[in-house]
């Protein structure tokens, strides 16, 4: 009988534990290597680190700054819906590319939100939260060799199908000097040549910038002289603070030459819920939905009615707005008077700040990633760090505090925490 596993020996470089199969791994994902390696991935590292500080300092409350996601259900209206909907027989089928209410549903949003009139037939499908739309609309461009131009830092989604395609990505830092921009000027002609897709994300993740209608502007211009298609992921556009949010569809042209990634779960806290959608251009709408429909069967009607009751209440979002704003200004106080250098960020949940170099006592730290590990491990403070484009931390106010009384003793735990470490960051 032949063994399951491979013979020592029979493959160079596979051992005995292999399965047989362990040669047939795609390149994509690592080929025979795959599973092997020692890397650990910067989420799992803070993950570890979080357990650690939790088994060895359980005294110390931690303090979990590191959570990118919404930390209460979806409002009660939208679950009374769900609830409803999920006992309707009507409702238990496969949805293939969405029920039309549901795009009915965004078309009305769209329109009282950005004055943005869409034809929900053809310039809208739903997707499985933003992030299978973001993994899907490569498939619809990317042919090896091509390039997606994305931001750094950011959601790699695309970047990653990009490449499973056999494309490369060009990474468009976003820097401090440039106001968390991409400077699209920098980008060298050969790559414009080769670019099929622009890949952005305002209000941003993780630096908490938002777009202005002249940097949208800027990028139609870009779009229509390199002959490249723009993906704008507005996951968090409801999370947009100050002015009103904004649509890359608002500035003219942007529907000529690309798409806007929605998401219910940011807005609504419908995280787990798992629906989004894309809008814009009726061809690459229609594109995806191809892609799409040969991917998944839908999102679950049910779910799809239930996100319709969201869509429709125009004060859901502005509660979820009014939440993360009063929690980032608290947030915003106490890490100025701990020495960071921060602001109020435009949108989204995060805070992104100058990572200290090291502390009064005389340590060092080489960049955001040692920073970040020493005030978890040390300190139970919890943040993400960022190196791509400089050293910085990210710092979420989605902590879970029932009420503004427990938000406030966090906030005071923190800042006391912060000053006895003596953070320094010249
Ligand atoms: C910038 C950005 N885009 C997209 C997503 C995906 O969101 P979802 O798939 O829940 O719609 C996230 C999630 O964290 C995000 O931060």
Redesign the pocket.
């Known amino acids: 009988m032949t063994s399951i596993f491979c013979q020592r020996g029979e493959r160079p470089g596979l051992n005995m534990s292999d399965p047989y199969f362990q040669q047939l791994f795609a390149a994509r994902i690592g080929g025979p290597q795959y599973g092997k390696g020692t890397e650990i991935y910067k989420f799992e590292k803070i993950k570890r680190a979080k357990r650690k500080a939790l088994a060895e300092h359980p005294e110390r409350n931690l303090l979990d700054f590191g959570i990118?996601?919404n930390d209460e259900m979806a409002p009660e209206p939208i679950r009374r819906a769900m609830a409803d909907e999920i006992n309707r027989p009507e409702n238990r089928g496969y949805a293939d590319n969405g029920i039309p209410a549901f795009r009915e549903a965004v078309a009305r949003f769209m329109a009282r939100e950005f004055d943005v009139r869409l034809d929900p037939a053809t310039e809208i499908n739903h997707a499985i939260?933003?992030?299978?739309a973001?993994a899907m609309l490569p498939a619809c461009f990317i042919n090896p060799g091509d390039v997606t131009l994305m931001t750094v830092p950011?959601?790699p989604?695309a970047g990653t199908h990009t490449k499973y395609y056999g494309g490369d990505v060009y990474r468009l830092p976003l820097l401090a000097a440039n106001d968390f921009f991409p400077d699209l000027e920098s980008i060298p002609a050969e790559i414009r040549r080769r670019a099929k897709l622009l890949v952005l994300?305002y209000p941003?993740?993780p630096t908490g910038k938002v777009a202005t209608r002249e940097f949208y502007e800027r990028v139609v211009r870009f779009a229509r002289e390199n002959d490249v298609v723009v993906i704008q992921?507005a996951?968090?556009v409801m999370l947009s603070y100050g002015e009103k949010p904004l649509s890359f569809l608002q500035v003219p042209g942007a529907r000529e030459v690309g798409v806007e990634?929605h998401?219910?779960?940011?807005g609504w806290h419908m995280?787990g819920w798992?629906?989004?959608w894309v809008c814009g251009h009726e061809r690459i709408v229609r594109a995806l939905a191809d892609v799409k429909d040969n991917s998944d069967s839908g999102q679950f009607i049910a779910i799809q009615k239930a996100a319709i009751r969201a869509l429709d209440d125009a004060a859901i979002p502005v509660q979820t707005r009014a939440k993360y704003h009063r929690r980032l200004k608290k947030l915003v106080e106490v890490l100025s008077r701990s020495g960071f250098d921060c602001g109020m960020p435009g949108g989204t949940y995060f805070l992104y700040v100058p990572s200290p170099k090291g502390t009064a006592g005389g340590l060092a730290f080489q960049n955001a990633e040692a920073a970040s590990q020493h005030l978890i491990t040390e300190h139970s403070i919890c943040t993400v760090p960022w190196d791509d484009a400089g050293s910085f931390l990210r710092l979420s106010a989605t902590y879970e505090a029932a009420d503004e009384a427990a938000e406030n003793a966090l906030m005071a735990e923190t800042e006391s925490r912060l000053k006895q470490i003596g953070l320094v960051f010249g």
Request: glycine share 16%; proline share 4%.
């Open positions: 990118g996601e939260g933003s992030k299978p973001l950011g959601y989604v994300n941003n993740s992921d996951a968090h990634v998401s219910l779960s940011k995280i798992r629906l989004g």
